[in-house]
């Protein structure tokens, strides 16, 4: 399987206190609920929180929002993670919705009240959207999608759409502040249905927080689907441009649907609206790492690879025996996908 070369080591220059120089590490670890519960990327972000806890270190949550979902995710939160020291509540309905500006100017109020070494978020469209405002409101410069925490300062991240990777030391000030890929701190024995004590939680105090920004949210459409979710499937089956159609695009569907997957596409399938583009899989879409990954109609262009290489098992179908997806599949198969998706979908068993 193709992996990528080690490149580069680069050095973000401090103006301030350095990370080095700090006696005390605490890491706040930007949390996303949903329906009374964190999501899984959050999870994996306090996973990648736990690599830079040393015994004087701790680890808090922030949680925003408004109403009785907030307060229940909050609870479970308490007691998601023994690595996890407090955890900090914003319930107002200013954070109801996922606002890059009210967002970031919580963290940065957060931020002078704690005085964390580090805040992470995930890299996924919530904290990409946070993140980058949070770190201007505090004149740091931000490192994305992190892949591995050597040590607290020394981060390894991809460069040239995965095809190397790069590390680096931040000399930065405080906070130093990371998005992480979930996809490479798979959530351990020790988080999800560990039972720990909880921890406290405290409520942030926004008597001070202003309300000064021009933007508003107008509205948010979701996908009502009882597929599994695309960032944190098991398996993901895929389809590409020679799909031809969003009416054919539904044997990807099926095929998902007797598996229990979720389903991907490339950007051609989505450029050419066969499916929404949350359905994006790649350098500009989603990345993920299922243990299987099955590919259909799919070129195998490096952007796309970009977002699928770290897949436990790569399974192609392409007519095409030169294609570059037969590079990082582990079974590839030359044939025409109209005759062999029908035909999987008739051996495969109807799901229960
Ligand atoms: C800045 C940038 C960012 C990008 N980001 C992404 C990204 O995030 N994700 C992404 O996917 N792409 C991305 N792209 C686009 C990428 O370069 C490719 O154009 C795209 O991935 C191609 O999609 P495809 O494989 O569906 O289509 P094609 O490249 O057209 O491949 C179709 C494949 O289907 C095969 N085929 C045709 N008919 C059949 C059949 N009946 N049965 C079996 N096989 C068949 C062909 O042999 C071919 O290999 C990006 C491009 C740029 C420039």
């Known amino acids: 399987m193709f992996k990528p070369t080690s490149l580069t080591y680069l050095i973000a220059h401090s103006r301030r206190r350095s990370i080095a120089s ?33 015994k004087d270190s701790s680890l808090s949550l922030l949680l925003a929002g408004a109403g009785p ?31 890059a500006e009210p967002w970031a100017k919580l963290v940065h109020l957060v931020q002078q009240k704690g005085e964390y070494s580090h805040i992470i978020a995930a890299s996924n469209s919530f904290g990409k959207n946070i993140l980058p405002r949070a770190a201007a409101l505090l004149d740091v410069s931000p490192i994305t999608d992190v892949i591995d925490i050597s040590e607290s300062n020394t981060f ?32 351990g024995s020790t988080s999800a249905d560990s039972k720990t004590n909880p921890v406290p939680i405290h409520q942030v105090d926004l008597s001070t ?11 948010q459409t979701t996908q009502d689907s009882e597929r599994p979710d695309l960032g944190s499937a098991r398996v993901v089956i895929t389809g590409g441009r020679a799909l031809k159609s969003a009416e054919n695009f539904k044997l990807i569907e099926k095929l998902a649907e007797k598996l229990g997957a979720a389903v991907g596409a490339t950007r051609a399938a989505v450029d050419a609206g066969y499916v ?28 796309h690879i970009a977002g699928m290489r770290d897949s436990k098992v790569i399974v192609a179908v392409n007519k095409d025996a030169d294609a570059p997806i037969f590079q990082v599949a582990d079974y590839g198969l030359v044939g025409d996908l109209f005759e062999i998706i029908p035909e999987l979908l008739e051996k495969l068993p109807e799901k229960k």
Request: aromatic share 6%; net charge neutral; with cysteine.
């Open 209 to 219: 927080f202003s309300e000064d920004w021009n933007s508003r949210h107008v509205k």
């Open 22 to 54: 700090c006696r005390h590490l605490g890491t706040l670890v930007i949390a996303e609920h949903e329906g009374g519960s964190l999501t899984a990327s959050s999870l994996s972000s306090i996973e990648a929180a736990g690599k830079l806890l040393s």
């Open 276 to 303: 929404p583009n949350d359905l994006q899989v790649g350098q500009t879409g989603k990345i993920v790492a299922p243990e299987l990954y099955m590919a259909f109609g799919v070129s195998g262009a490096i952007q």
């Open 69 to 99: 979902t907030l307060q229940e995710a909050a609870a479970k939160a308490a007691s998601c993670h023994p690595s996890v020291s407090q955890v900090l509540v914003a319930d107002s309905d200013k954070f109801k919705n996922p606002l």
């Open 156 to 187: 390894v991240r991809p460069i040239y759409a995965g095809n190397a990777l790069s590390t680096i030391r931040y000399t930065g000030s405080d906070p130093c502040m990371l998005t992480v890929r979930s996809t490479s701190f798979p959530v």
